[in-house]
């Protein structure tokens, strides 16, 4: 931590921390697949001193499309995935909403994340979004802070690590 700041990567779920399958929810435990790297990635930077908080649209998380039983049953999974191999979140925030509702939670919007911002905990300088999408860098630049693409139009897991470990540290 610079200055008693809090370093957090804000990280994206699916297609970044869990591969996404082509109809897009993860609704059972055979779909639930890490994304190749993720578990070394995360012990690097997690040595290195970041936190980590999960930050995801869940379109209509709760309706029919998608029952928040067969999500909470592969999301728990996960989590108790990487803490078997010593990697927890700190924090979780999921959105349900639509995009057509326009909710300032939902990524890009920063809603969600407003007391990071107002804590004034949160290092600026040295934290990050990691996601596969365009939203996520969205996200990043709408909290004043850095971006990383992951994934197929992106950079791998442990290009990543070495890119955060190997950043010259301001002060």
């Not at 001193?49 to 067969?70: A, H, K, M, R, W």
């Not at 803490?83 to 990524?107: L, M, T, V, W, Y």
């Amino acid at each position: 931590m610079t200055g008693g700041k809090r370093r957090i990567l804000f990280l994206d779920r699916d297609g970044t921390l869990i591969v996404e399958p082509e109809d897009f929810q993860i609704d059972s435990l055979e779909k639930l697949e890490l994304v190749e790297g993720v578990i070394p990635a995360l012990l690097e930077l997690k040595s290195a001193g970041y936190e980590f908080v999960i930050v995801s649209n869940q379109d209509g998380l709760g309706t029919d499309s998608n029952p928040t039983e067969e999500f909470q049953l592969a999301h728990d999974k996960m989590l108790s995935l990487f803490a078997s191999q010593g990697i927890k979140f700190s924090a979780e925030h999921i959105d349900p909403h639509f995009e057509s509702d326009n909710s300032p939670n939902r990524k890009p919007g920063i809603g969600m994340l407003l007391d990071y911002l107002k804590s004034g905990e949160l290092d600026l300088t040295d934290s990050w979004v990691i996601g596969d999408r365009d939203t996520d860098l969205q996200l990043a630049e709408n909290m004043g802070i850095g971006g990383l693409l992951c994934g197929p139009r992106g950079l791998a897991w442990a290009e990543i690590a070495r890119q955060l470990r190997t950043r010259p540290r301001r002060a």
